[in-house]
């Protein structure tokens, strides 16, 4: 069965730096989604993107983030400066075109900033 | 706005007893969708079950059951004669359609061997 792929799974960095999440969505997918979630807290939406370009945005998505498709595969999510409070999982998700179909995650990648 | 409240936080019974994950949600709209997903002790996030808001069948998987109500805003998802697999972070979520997921907190099951 087709699956989200997101690397790294654990990525470490030291505050003030950038990072780039990579994720691989179902090939046939319509739109895509970052959310993320600190540890022990419920799952919080970032960003929607659909037709190459940003949908919807949480105020979490602020600045500093930043997504793109550079090409027809990946799907990233970008922090500028990363602070200590941008620590958590971070999970892409994708979906087909059709509204009642389930959004499907990838593992996540835990973010770590020291 | 949307939310979706797990009043439940933690959730712990013997294996083989049924238990009953509570979710109650707020919308405005008139066609949603509500899911339900699983995260284990691994961290990934497993699709369960869809329901849209015109369809307010209950529905059954194996030992799994869903329990829609749209008079209450309720719904509650039963596992019948519960396994120590079981055991995870069961999240309860709204959407409207294409549109971003709302959770709730999560309700933390373990059961006890």
């Known amino acids: 069965e087709p699956e989200v792929t997101q690397t790294p799974s654990h990525q470490v960095t030291q505050m003030g730096q950038e990072v780039i999440l990579r994720c691989v969505p179902i090939s046939n997918h319509l739109y895509f989604y970052w959310y993320r979630q600190i540890l022990g807290q419920k799952v919080e939406f970032l960003v929607s993107f659909y037709n190459n370009e940003i949908s919807e945005k949480s105020e979490i998505f602020d600045d500093q983030f930043s997504v793109e498709r550079p090409d027809g595969s990946n799907f990233t999510l970008k922090i500028r400066s990363t602070k200590l409070e941008d620590s958590a999982m971070y999970f892409c998700?994708?979906?087909?075109?059709?509204?009642?179909?389930?959004?499907?995650f990838g593992d996540g990648t835990r973010l770590s900033i020291l | 706005a949307q939310k979706v409240t797990q009043a439940q936080t933690e959730i712990s019974v013997v294996e083989k007893e049924d238990v009953t994950l509570d979710c109650v949600y707020e919308t405005r709209d008139t066609t949603y969708y509500l899911f339900w997903y699983k995260q284990p002790p691994s961290g990934e996030l497993v699709f369960l079950i869809r329901?849209?808001?015109?369809?307010?069948q209950n529905e059954i998987s194996g030992r799994y059951s869903w329990n829609f109500q749209k008079s209450t805003s309720s719904f509650n998802f039963t596992i019948t004669a519960s396994q120590v697999v079981d055991s995870a972070v069961y999240f309860c979520?709204?959407?409207?359609?294409?549109?971003?997921?709302?959770f709730g907190t999560g309700t933390r099951l373990t059961i006890i061997p």
């Open positions: 979520a709204l959407s409207e359609p294409n549109e971003k997921l709302t």
């Open positions: 998700a994708s979906k087909e075109g059709v509204s009642n179909q389930p959004q499907h």
């Open positions: 329901r849209n808001s015109f369809d307010e």
